[in-house]
């Protein structure tokens, strides 16, 4: 294996997000990664895993990528072109398919690995930054901020959570609110939780000013 297999992964992950304006860039997978670390030391997880499998979670991102998203072409070809062996690169790409996962059908990773990079993908949608993430996806989609006469969907499973088109304050509740709960890590359950209460007072703040009561 290269020594520099990680500045590699940053300069693919780089070339391949650099046109991505919709909370995707790939400031995000360095975010993830660097979370990923943290979440990674605290469980006692293979370090090397955790990092390479952060950095590509979202190569091959079905809404990104929809063409490699199945075979997960990207991760796997990077990974193979370094001579990554080929035991470890099954390992990476089962994290990545196991991340990707939305909705209802959300699974919990099988491995220790899989759950950190999980949890910090997770955590990069919460807080001021997932506030930020929220509202670029939304206005690169089209959506608007917040409508008072359209309620959030409660359950969906991973195709009606594609198909949606709600806004971005109703995202809040269809999906950011519920985070905190799905972390399967002690140590990113911790950070779930100040983050989840940001988003409680940011969205009581949102509401309120829109109301005009503040
Ligand atoms: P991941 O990083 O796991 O691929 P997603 O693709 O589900 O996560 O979401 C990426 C970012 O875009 C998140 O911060 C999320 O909050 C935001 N996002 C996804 N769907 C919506 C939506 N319908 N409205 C607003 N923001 C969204
Ligand atoms: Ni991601």
Redesign the pocket.
């Known amino acids: 294996m290269e020594e520099n297999i990680f500045d590699e992964a940053l300069s693919y992950v780089k070339h391949l997000l650099a046109e991505e304006y919709?909370?995707?860039d790939w400031y995000?997978a360095v975010r993830?990664c660097n979370t990923a670390e943290k979440l990674a030391i605290a469980e006692g997880a293979n370090l090397e895993t955790v990092r390479l499998a952060a950095l590509l979670?979202?190569v091959d991102?079905?809404?990104?990528f929809p063409e490699t998203y199945e075979g997960k072409l990207h991760a796997a070809s990077f990974l193979r072109q370094h001579n990554y062996p080929a035991k470890k690169i099954a390992e990476i790409l089962t994290i990545i398919q196991e991340?990707?996962f939305?909705g209802t059908d959300s699974v919990v990773p099988h491995t220790v690995e899989g759950k950190c990079v999980q949890d910090a993908?997770?955590l990069?949608?919460?807080g001021a930054?997932?506030v930020?993430?929220?509202?670029?996806?939304?206005g690169s989609?089209d959506?608007l901020m917040y409508d008072p006469e359209t309620s959030p969907q409660e359950n969906m499973d991973r195709t009606s959570?594609y198909a949606?088109?709600?806004?971005?304050i109703?995202?809040?509740y269809?999906?950011?609110l519920l985070l905190k709960d799905m972390m399967t890590t002690p140590s990113g359950r911790k950070i779930a939780e100040g983050r989840d209460a940001f988003l409680r007072s940011f969205l009581s703040e949102f509401l309120a000013e829109w109301e005009g009561t503040l």
Do not use: C, M, Q
């Not at 930020?132 to 939304?138: I, K, L, N, P």
């Not at 949606?164 to 971005?168: F, G, P, R, V």
């Open positions: 919709s909370g995707h995000h993830v979670h979202d991102d079905r809404k990104l991340v990707s939305a993908d997770r990069d949608a919460i930054i997932g930020g993430r929220a509202f670029a996806y939304g989609h959506r959570y949606s088109k709600s806004t971005t109703n995202h809040f269809e999906k950011l």
